[in-house]
Every structure is written in C-alpha cells, then in structure tokens.
C-alpha cells in the first residue's frame, strides 16, 4: 500500500515551460487537494476534487490548472512557469466519513525551482 | 489578522519537559487539524478533532469551539518530536478547504 506517490521529487523549470505534477493515490480515497508552501507560509490550497470529474479552485489557483479522470490520479498542471510557482507542492488525500471528513493523507512532496 | 494564528513560532526545550503550542482562528465550524512536518518536509497528520480531547501516545490535543482555541501537548518531550506543528482550521462547512497556520518550529534538546 503506496499511500499517496508524488513525482518528481524535484524539478527546475525556466521561465514560460510547462510541466504536469503528477499525484497518484491507492487509498481510494475521493477527496484529492493540491498544496503549496512557500518559505515562513502556511500551506495553500490550489485545487481539488471531491471525486472524478468534479474539480474546484482553492485559494490561489491562478497558473495552474487540473484534472480527474480518475480516482487514483490528479495530475497539477503548470503551463507557464513564472518565479512565483516556486515551492514546495504537496498532493493530500481524505475519506468522506458520511457528512464528515477524515483526516488528509500527504504526499511527500515536489520542490519546484523556477529560474 | 491571520486566519489562523499559532503561537509560539518557535519553541526551543529539554527533553523532558511539557510542550505547548497554542491555535486561534477565526474561521471554520466543523473541526481543527493538527499536523507534523518531520525535517526532511514530509507531512503527518496527527488529529482531527472538533470536541473536547484526543489522545495518541504522548500527544493530547484539546480544543474549545466556542473560544476557537485548540493546543497541542506533548508529554516527555523527546528530540525525536522535533518537527513543525502546523493547525488547520476548515473555512467551509463541507471541511474540504483548510486554512493553514504558518506552523510552531520546535526543537527538543537533549
């Protein structure tokens, strides 16, 4: 049982490339997030998805963009790395426990260096 | 005003010694999380809690909804639980988006 897999663990990007973080879970968990922290922030919710098809902006979703086709996979797209997408990006996964959730699962992060 | 506010940032102790960090927030209804980032960056969530105590090994975490006040407790601090404690308050009701803190450093000596 993998948990939540991150990948890569490290990328350096140039100014205007894209590149897609990849998240893949085997808990089948429905609920799928995107984070990012900066250094001294608190972690950022970019997007996520309480199922397959269905996805929602977080709190600072411009520059990127995501998709469900799966249950296993939400894959985070960058289209036009800038400065300012450099982080540390986490995938997290939660069980619906009826009307309540569970705690989030993390994954162990893609640290992301655009230069 | 942060959303959610932790306090201290930074908390330096012996081994040995009761922690505690301290949550405030303003937002969320439902539940609080309490986190740990291990050194290398990994995150562990630890509780999540929206009544009265939980308890796991040496961690208790306590939370008053009213007040909107939760603390983390550590009970024979050890320099393995040096880490990050980050909290996390839901800003809906669905608990779906979490408002984070910027997280309390602590370092245990031994």
């Known amino acids: 049982n993998a948990g939540v897999t991150q990948t890569p663990k490290f990328r350096i990007l140039k100014i205007g490339q894209s590149m897609t973080l990849q998240c893949t879970q085997d808990m089948n968990h429905n609920y799928m997030y995107w984070y990012r922290q900066d250094p001294g922030m608190g972690l950022k919710l970019i997007y996520y998805?309480?199922?397959?098809?269905?996805?929602d902006k977080g709190e600072v979703p411009n520059g990127y963009n995501v998709s469900r086709s799966t249950t296993e996979d939400f894959p985070l797209r960058l289209e036009l790395a800038a400065p300012s997408q450099t982080s540390v990006y986490f995938c997290?996964?939660?069980?619906?426990?009826?009307?309540?959730?569970?705690?989030?699962?993390f994954g162990p992060g893609t640290r992301l260096l655009v230069l | 005003k942060n959303e959610v506010e932790q306090s201290p940032q930074n908390l330096t102790a012996q081994e040995g010694e009761f922690i505690t960090i301290n949550c405030s927030y303003s937002?969320?209804?439902?539940?609080l999380h309490w986190l740990q980032q291990h050194p290398g960056g990994g995150i562990v969530s630890l509780f999540m809690l929206s009544s009265g105590k939980k308890k796991h090994g040496r961690l208790i975490a306590t939370i008053n909804i009213q007040e909107k006040h939760s603390s983390l407790h550590i009970t024979a601090s050890h320099p393995r639980d040096s880490a990050v404690y980050i909290c996390?308050?839901?800003?809906?009701?669905?608990?779906?988006?979490?408002?984070f803190g910027t997280g309390t450093r602590l370092t245990i000596i031994p």
């Open positions: 937002v969320g209804i439902s539940a």
């Open positions: 996390a308050a839901p800003s809906n009701f669905g608990n779906e988006k979490l408002t």
């Open positions: 998805s309480v199922g397959a098809g269905i996805t």
């Open positions: 997290a996964t939660q069980r619906p426990q009826g009307g309540r959730r569970e705690t989030q699962y």
